[in-house]
């Protein structure tokens, strides 16, 4: 994992049992996307990567320095020219997942308290953003705001 990232001792235990080959390559692409998102945006807060394979949800939550919420999910190219929103990224995001990440990050010290309320307030007034990445790093973003979802370069 990244150095800034702390080991989710939590998620490798997740890890599905190495049988299960399309689960443990989710999981793996999972912690890729995690070490990715530090590796493109340095100032990025992952808040949460992976997920018990029997549970949906983002392969990865986090806050940037515009103090919001940014859901991330792998995707997949459906042509030579495109990446879509993934199904899962489609589904927006849950309050149940983000606000505990947010908690968990403040009271590890990696979040400011002020950050974190701000990125609350943010996800509660329906402001946040969805990312969906392939393995080459192209990827789409939607915007959501005010509840309301906008396409690439609407903010």
């Not at 001792?9 to 049988?19: C, G, L, M, V, Y």
């Not at 443990?24 to 990025?44: C, F, M, S």
């Not at 705001?145 to 396409?151: A, L, P």
């Amino acid at each position: 994992m990244d150095h800034d990232q702390p080991d989710d001792a939590r998620s490798r235990e997740q890890s599905p049992d190495p049988e299960f080959v399309r689960l443990r390559q989710g999981y793996i692409e999972e912690l890729k996307l995690a070490n990715a998102i530090k590796a493109v945006k340095p100032d990025e807060i992952v808040l949460h990567y992976s997920n018990p394979p029997e549970i949906q949800g983002p392969d990865a939550l986090s806050i940037g320095r515009d103090r919001r919420v940014t859901k991330w999910d792998t995707g997949w190219r459906r042509n030579e020219r495109s990446v879509r929103l993934s199904n899962a990224a489609a589904d927006g995001v849950d309050r149940a997942l983000v606000e505990p990440s947010v908690w968990k990050e403040i009271i590890a010290g990696r979040l400011s308290l002020e950050l974190g309320l701000e990125a609350l307030r943010q996800f509660d007034e329906g402001n946040y953003n969805i990312c969906t990445v392939d393995d080459a790093g192209e990827g789409v973003v939607e915007f959501v705001r005010n509840g309301e979802r906008h396409g690439p370069g609407k903010q």
